[in-house]
């Protein structure tokens, strides 16, 4: 994490100067606008990646420079292996994109379907 917060504050410095001399030099209010909500976006990263490296405030295997691959193993967590609910999560949500292309009744349709398919994909394990 070190590394990450580092990396992340330097690329923020970065855009920042370059905002900076691009406002100076350009004057173009969209290109302002990109880098400075660029500059913004590098330094929440980086803040983020500072703030949970100090919350854990242990070594994290990454940040050895001595460890090796065997030292980040153990449970990723758990993935289903058979579960449908992510096509029909996409199915639904492919549905409301396309209403708000063809029209409002789709788009209610396909957001209704949309919130129950979600909530069946978070309680697919859930036993009653």
Known sequence: MKFGW????G????????????????????GIVALILSTC??????FYFWFT????????????LDGEIADRA???????PHSWWPFVVALFATITGLGL????WMTLIGVAAL??????????????
């Open 74 to 80: 153990g449970e990723q967590g758990f993935f289903s």
């Open 11 to 30: 690329i923020s410095l970065f855009y920042g100067i370059t905002t900076v001399i691009y406002a100076l030099w350009a004057k173009e209010v969209v």
């Open 115 to 128: 919130m129950i398919s979600i909530m069946g994909w978070s309680m697919q394990y859930e036993r009653q």
């Open 6 to 9: 580092r990396l992340f504050v």
């Open 41 to 46: 976006l590098a330094a929440l990263i980086g």
């Open 101 to 104: 292309i063809l029209g409002w």
């Open 53 to 64: 490296d100090r919350r854990l405030g242990s070594t994290l295997p990454e940040d050895n």
